[in-house]
């Protein structure tokens, strides 16, 4: 069964650190990743999402994907009490499959 | 959310009863999914559509039958409903391209007494 795995937190960092979130998956053969954020309450959004090897820049957040380890990271520079939020890890294996498994997610808080 | 709306968006109702959920998009995305997102399992996939009268089954299919006679309609039913299926339910749309990116509708939460 494939897995993703995510540190449920609470993860606190204070107003302008960077916040470092990792996700682990079973699948080797897993080809797209994606970070969502979910505020209480609320239904996920899309923040990112990385298929190669690297790092991905956007904005204030970075994904970074390293195939060999199986892991993907999220980095959030200058965090913003606007960031504490939910954040959901997910991939999909590829291969004509379109179904994404979701991590349960990691809990971050950002201190004023 | 945009484009994508689920009705109800909150359901309190009996053990036993049926319950029918949908999902409306606008997007003319080809595929389609219902999850449950419950504390301590996350987001789990309950059954997935790929075309109209095409749809299969997820993680956690049991209890529930889903149905796609348009494009930018998904119903999800529960037969008879448990307490075990009180949850929050999300719509979700991908194009079903090599992008695959969901989105998400905004949610139904759904209580079982």
């Known amino acids: 069964q494939k897995e993703v795995e995510q540190n449920s937190g609470p993860l606190s960092v204070p107003e302008g650190a960077i916040a470092s979130l990792n996700c682990t998956y079973s699948?080797?053969?897993?080809?797209?990743f994606f970070w969502y954020r979910q505020y209480s309450g609320k239904s996920p959004e899309l923040i990112m999402f990385i298929y190669s090897n690297g790092d991905k820049e956007d904005g204030r957040f970075t994904a970074q994907l390293n195939k060999a380890s199986q892991y993907v990271s999220l980095l959030i520079r200058d965090s913003q009490p606007s960031d504490s939020a939910t954040y959901l890890c997910?991939?999909?294996?590829?291969?004509?499959?379109?179904?994404?498994?979701f991590g349960k997610g990691t809990k971050l808080s950002v201190i004023p | 959310d945009a484009g994508i709306t689920q009705s109800p968006r909150h359901k309190v109702t009996e053990t036993g009863t049926p319950v029918t959920l949908r999902c409306h998009q606008t997007e003319n995305h080809r595929y389609m999914y219902w999850y449950r997102q419950d504390p301590g399992h996350g987001l789990r996939l309950i059954h997935y559509?790929?075309?109209?009268?095409?749809?299969d089954k997820g993680e956690v299919s049991d209890g529930y039958s889903v149905s796609r006679s348009k494009t930018e309609d998904f119903l999800l039913t529960l037969e008879s409903a448990t307490s075990s299926q009180t949850s929050v339910y999300f719509c979700a749309i991908s194009e079903g391209t090599t992008s695959d990116t969901q989105y998400f509708g905004p949610g139904t939460r759904l209580t079982v007494l």
């Open positions: 559509s790929y075309g109209v009268k095409d749809t």
């Open positions: 997910a991939v999909n294996s590829g291969a004509g499959s379109y179904q994404l498994t």
């Open positions: 699948d080797r053969g897993s080809q797209s």
